[in-house]
């Protein structure tokens, strides 16, 4: 009789389940089959033309950078653009264990935005060289609106390759293939409040270390040796509310995690706020932290297959507090011209990496400045 | 074909039809109307209201985290990643 109740119940329960399944579903459809006559929007014909400054670490990184959008037809948006990167490279790993270094990394970017009805499908291709790493990669992005414009689904991928090489060693020469699939939404809450909601996966495969870097092991340096796979996942949630004096506050946290045993959160906030007729001024804050991966050594008490001393997979935290000032040159009904500068101060600490010039957990501070012109028109 | 492929077919045409109609079966249930009309989206259209700062901004942002940190993706910015060693 006992077995003859708990079966019943036992089917009763997966009836239960298997309506609420049927009712998920039905709410599902229903969303994504809401007010299919709402078409999306291409995005406006733009123009940045930037400089960018990057110095901390013993590394300053800098140079012009340039992006172009303009509508070709109804439904399609060209984007072209530019960045250079000129490197000059005395970091700690460059100055204990070889001699600092310059080279300049030159990216081509075109990208081809297409709506059709309320779906926004963007397609990629990003080519960047420098003397000793080639990365080429191309991507494809699709949005879809729905439920009445209150909500966007983006499905995206991305697949790159990467050459690396060695200078002053024409024997070297190795690869490394990147995946990176996106599933995301993003939410209109209230007249006042949206909100985003991104997961990524990404999984490499190929050489992921440094030629140059060295791992220590008993004190002695080794070449670093890590793993040729890697398999990640990051969520990201991100609030932005108006606050109704015109301004608006911003929230973003994201987590993630590695099979290098790498978890790391980042939580970002910041406040933008207009003032007079043609200012608008943000300022922000940035917190990071990580768990370092399986294999990272400060100074390894055994010789391990898979070795590194690479400080970006050590243990350490940031902070970071930036500010911006946006002034509105030109506004017009054709067209709007702004100014912006961009700074931003961050602080590096490590936990277990070794500055082996004083003996002392290595520390240092960032300075990032962006100058730039933005126009649509 | 087993039990689960028929009920995961089912699933999948509630799915489709879900937006289409309101299924006879449940008549009690009534899909919610959008709540935010495009009328009162006017504070959400403001440039402060962006998920990502101007894209060549984000860029350079994302490019300097994703060298220096381990983490990396879901931050919905194009054009991340490195390129580099």
Redo the contacts between chains.
């Keep these: 009789m006992a077995v003859t109740d708990l079966s019943l119940k036992q089917r009763r329960a997966g009836q239960n389940r298997w309506q609420l399944l049927l009712k998920l579903a039905t709410l599902l459809g229903g969303v994504f089959g809401l007010h299919h006559a709402r078409a999306a929007d291409l995005p406006e014909d733009s123009a940045e033309a930037m400089f960018h400054y990057y110095n901390g670490g013993g590394v300053t990184a800098d140079g012009p950078a340039l992006l172009v959008r303009k509508k070709v037809a109804d439904s399609f948006s060209l984007s072209a653009g530019y960045y250079i990167d000129a490197v000059s490279n005395a970091s700690i790993d460059v100055v204990t264990t070889a001699s600092p270094f310059r080279e300049t990394r030159h990216e081509y970017n075109v990208g081809l935005d297409y709506i059709y009805r309320d779906a926004h499908i963007t397609f990629g291709t990003t080519d960047s060289t420098e003397p000793d790493y080639v990365a080429k990669s191309n991507s494809l992005d699709i949005a879809q609106e729905t439920y009445g414009g209150m909500t966007t689904v983006n499905l995206g991928f991305t697949r790159g390759e990467d050459e690396v090489l060695k200078h002053r060693d024409p024997s070297f020469k190795d690869f490394a293939s990147h995946w990176q699939y996106r599933l995301g939404v993003s939410q209109v809450l209230t007249p006042h409040w949206l909100m985003s909601l991104n997961g990524e996966a990404s999984s490499d495969n190929g050489y992921l270390s440094s030629p140059y870097r060295v791992a220590r092991v008993f004190g002695a340096a080794v070449p670093e040796n890590d793993p040729r796979t890697r398999s990640s996942r990051a969520i990201d949630l991100r609030l932005i509310g108006d606050l109704g004096h015109r301004d608006a506050l911003h929230m973003e946290v994201r987590h993630f995690w590695d099979n290098w045993a790498i978890k790391a959160n980042n939580l970002e906030t910041g406040y933008s706020r207009y003032f007079a007729e043609d200012w608008l001024a943000d300022v922000s804050m940035r917190y990071y932290r990580q768990s370092k991966a399986l294999f990272y050594s400060d100074n390894a008490p055994s010789d391990t297959l898979y070795i590194s001393r690479n400080r970006q997979l050590s243990t350490f935290k940031d902070i970071g507090i930036g500010a911006k000032v946006t002034y509105t040159l030109k506004k017009t009904a054709e067209y709007t011209v702004k100014l912006n500068g961009t700074w931003e101060l961050t602080q590096y600490k490590f936990d277990d990496f070794t500055d082996i010039r004083t003996g002392q957990l290595y520390s240092f501070n960032s300075n990032l400045v962006q100058l730039y012109v933005s126009a649509t028109f | 074909m087993t039990r689960n492929g028929f ?1 995961l077919l ?3 045409c ?7 109609a309101q ?1 006879p079966q ?1 008549p009690q ?1 009534h ?1 919610p ?6 009328y ?2 006017e ?2 259209a ?6 990502s ?5 984000a ?3 994302e ?3 994703v ?10 910015v ?2 991340g ?5």
């Design positions: 009920r089912i699933l999948l509630t799915v489709q039809l879900g937006g289409c299924l449940f249930f899909m109307e959008p709540w935010v009309k495009p009162e989206r504070a959400l403001d440039p402060i209201m962006q998920f700062g101007d894209p060549l901004s860029k350079h942002f490019h300097v985290h060298v220096r940190e381990a983490a990396r993706g879901a931050t919905g194009e054009g990643g490195c390129g580099c060693n």
